[in-house]
């Protein structure tokens, strides 16, 4: 088990304020990317009260810093972290064009070539988000057209 940073390390921390809570909770029951007005917006709807967006982008700012969800920079939009997984673990995302669905998968061989890579360019890696965008298994089927 590896620590990391400020205190802790486990993978559900204690710091979750109320409104870290409500955005992880939004972010996974929505099971999808979520981008940051729609939180705003899912917010509103489930206390009744606009958030201020300087709050949320607090509270997923954290939950990002925690390996509890991930942005995916190309749609600017934040999903919950899909498996345990240590928060420097690179990780991948398949993205599916047609439903917008976007799973995510770690690799182990692909993390050490990162971390081989980063080695020797001196670097020290943060946060790594691989995006693969194509059709997931449902949309890749032909039966599965209209609905
Ligand atoms: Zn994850
Ligand atoms: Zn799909």
Do not use: W
């Amino acid at each position: 088990m590896m620590l990391h940073g400020k205190g802790g390390g486990a993978k559900t921390p204690r710091g979750l304020t109320p409104a870290r809570r409500a955005a992880l909770d939004i972010l996974t029951q929505a099971n999808r990317p979520v981008g940051a007005y729609e939180m705003i917006d899912l917010m509103a709807a489930a206390k009744g009260k606009r958030p201020a967006p300087v709050s949320v982008y607090r509270a997923l700012g954290y939950l990002l810093d925690h390996g509890l969800a991930h942005r995916l920079a190309s749609r600017n939009a934040f999903v919950v972290c899909g498996h345990a997984h240590r928060a420097e673990e690179p990780v991948i995302f398949l993205i599916c064009e047609q439903c917008g669905e976007a799973r995510e998968a770690t690799s182990f061989g692909l993390t050490r070539e990162l971390a081989g890579l980063a080695a020797a360019a001196g670097f020290t890696p943060g946060a790594c988000v691989v995006e693969m965008v194509g059709r997931c298994e449902r949309c890749a089927e032909p039966e599965g057209v209209s609905k």
